[in-house]
């Protein structure tokens, strides 16, 4: 899910307020933010080593264009240089530690890393800050179930969903990562419904594809779970091919199909050892 979240764009620089661009205007102020909207479109095409250079030339002209700070933070942690997202997200707090946005990347960021119980303060106050915005809700319902603390988890995953569907831009991402604590807890009525509202969302969504067949799985229809399986194989997502094919060997020996069963294991062993290579 994260790597599919630091792929969207992030916010054009007119939709930010004067505080949120840094207050006090810098001489090139203007010529600055033209390199962060250049940035932007370049992260979006994927163009990380040219966004980097782009958001290098904004900070220089004007240190305190905040969103140049986020979104180089978002750029560091996407190729996981995550000392570098930290000294950018501390600049981006000083220049305003009441921005919505900074104080959740920051508990992203605490997140990824692992650092449960500092992701916490961080996302609850990005939440505080912005209560419409579901990405902070999610989060810490990612962490709070990761603390074992799931009842806690559940309600927030609710949240979420109802304030992606209150914006009116509901992703199949909070539904299927309820739909996984769901699985655990033996809910699988309510995990198959979640992942059937997924993907009515996004039909091609290899996650979902791949939850909806270990769950077929689970209830015993392997056959199902094997057609399951193959559309996700077909599909991109973060699910990875070792994953699905693990599934595939799994389904097929349960549906009596052993050549298929060879052929997924055989997969799964050539992929491991160019792996070693």
């Not at 904004?58 to 933070?73: F, S, Y």
């Not at 560091?76 to 995550?82: E, F, I, L, P």
């Not at 050549?259 to 997924?264: F, G, H, P, T, V």
């Amino acid at each position: 899910m994260h790597r599919r979240w630091f792929l969207r764009t992030a916010a054009p620089a007119a939709l930010f307020s004067q505080r949120t661009l840094g207050g006090r205007r810098q001489p090139g102020a203007s010529q600055a933010l033209r390199c962060y909207e250049k940035a932007n479109a370049l992260f979006v095409a994927k163009k990380f080593p040219e966004c980097q250079q782009a958001l290098d030339a904004a900070v220089r002209l004007d240190p305190n264009l905040l969103p140049a700070w986020t979104l180089m933070a978002k750029l560091a942690m996407g190729m996981n240089q995550y000392d570098l997202a930290r000294s950018s997200l501390q600049r981006a707090l000083a220049i305003d530690p009441a921005s919505p946005y900074a104080r959740f990347l920051s508990g992203f960021l605490y997140h990824l890393e692992n650092d449960l119980q500092l992701a916490l303060p961080e996302l609850e106050k990005a939440r505080q800050l912005n209560p419409r915005d579901a990405r902070p809700v999610l989060y810490l319902a990612l962490t709070r179930e990761s603390l074992g603390q799931t009842a806690e988890a559940s309600a927030l995953y609710e949240e979420a969903i109802r304030l992606e569907e209150a914006a009116g831009k509901p992703t199949a991402e909070p539904l299927l990562a309820y739909s996984r604590l769901l699985f655990l807890l033996g809910r699988l009525n309510d995990c198959g419904k979640l992942v059937d509202r997924a993907l009515r969302l996004e039909p091609d969504s290899r996650d979902a594809h791949y939850e909806r067949a270990r769950l077929l799985l689970t209830r015993g229809d392997a056959a199902a779970a094997a057609a399951e399986g193959e559309k996700a194989l077909r599909l991109s997502g973060g699910i990875t091919d070792r994953q699905v094919r693990y599934l595939l060997v799994r389904a097929y020996q349960m549906a009596g199909q052993d050549r298929s069963a060879a052929e997924q294991a055989a997969a799964l062993r050539a992929a491991e050892a160019k792996q070693v290579r």
